[in-house]
């Protein structure tokens, strides 16, 4: 079983540009969770999908984050403009369905670096 | 503040040892996860205690969930250096669609 792959794994980006990050789920999974990952901060949730419905767009994230999920193998996070300050990991993990019992599989991540 | 939280920033034990990782959570759950994360890789579960429950074993690993302090450990016996990680505790707010994250606790096991 494959699971969750997000690509590309590193990207690095001037100050001002648009990035797109990918994310493919496991097969079946209905739940699909974007998350900031910082030193600082640590894990932060940017973005829940349920069946491709978006359940929560991050709050303080969203005007310049956006994630869509196009349909169920497949999801983007959009940073545009990007700043300095996301420079961080960004995680995708997806589950069966994203309660408190269920175990989340994470991809490896996007290491983003703003110039 | 955080649903949940490690107790610790960062551990060192000697290869061996054994260590454990402790977590507090501040509301009722129905139940509370521990990963690891390891360098350049995403958190893996390690263990799911479930409200009702007070112990759970994942071979070298025990997990025990007190209800009444709201409070859980991790406990690793036997750490190898592979063991070096960052350990998370996970909770939901019973009823809630999502699991918040701790900041994590990073496990230095040394040669």
């Known amino acids: 079983d494959a699971g969750v792959t997000q690509t590309p794994r590193h990207e690095v980006a001037e100050k001002g540009q648009t990035i797109i990050l990918k994310c493919e789920p496991v097969s079946g999974h209905n739940d699909l969770f974007w998350y900031r990952q910082t030193k600082i901060q640590g894990l932060e949730l940017l973005s829940y999908f349920r069946s491709k419905s978006l359940m929560e767009d991050g709050g303080a994230f969203k005007d310049r984050f956006k994630a869509e999920m196009l349909n169920s193998s497949f999801s983007t996070l959009k940073i545009q403009p990007t700043e300095p300050k996301d420079s961080a990991v960004y995680l995708c993990?997806?589950?069966?369905?994203?309660?408190?019992?269920?175990?989340?599989?994470f991809g490896p991540g996007t290491r983003l670096l703003v110039l | 503040s955080q649903l949940a939280e490690e107790n610790s920033w960062a551990l060192s034990v000697h290869e061996g040892e054994s260590v454990t990782v402790n977590c507090s959570y501040k509301?009722?759950?129905?139940?509370l996860q521990w990963y690891r994360q390891k360098s350049g890789k995403g958190p893996a579960q390690l263990i799911l205690?479930?409200?009702?429950?007070r112990e759970k074993r994942n071979g070298r690993l025990r997990a025990t969930l007190d209800t009444s302090s709201q409070s859980s450990s991790l406990s690793i016996t036997a750490t190898r250096c592979e063991d070096t990680a960052v350990y998370f505790c996970?909770?939901?707010?019973?009823?809630?669609?999502?699991?918040?994250f701790g900041k994590g606790t990073h496990l230095h096991v040394l040669p």
């Open positions: 509301t009722s759950i129905t139940a």
């Open positions: 996970a909770t939901d707010a019973t009823n809630a669609y999502k699991v918040i």
């Open positions: 993990a997806s589950s069966l369905a994203g309660t408190g019992t269920d175990t989340q599989y």
């Open positions: 205690i479930r409200s009702n429950e």
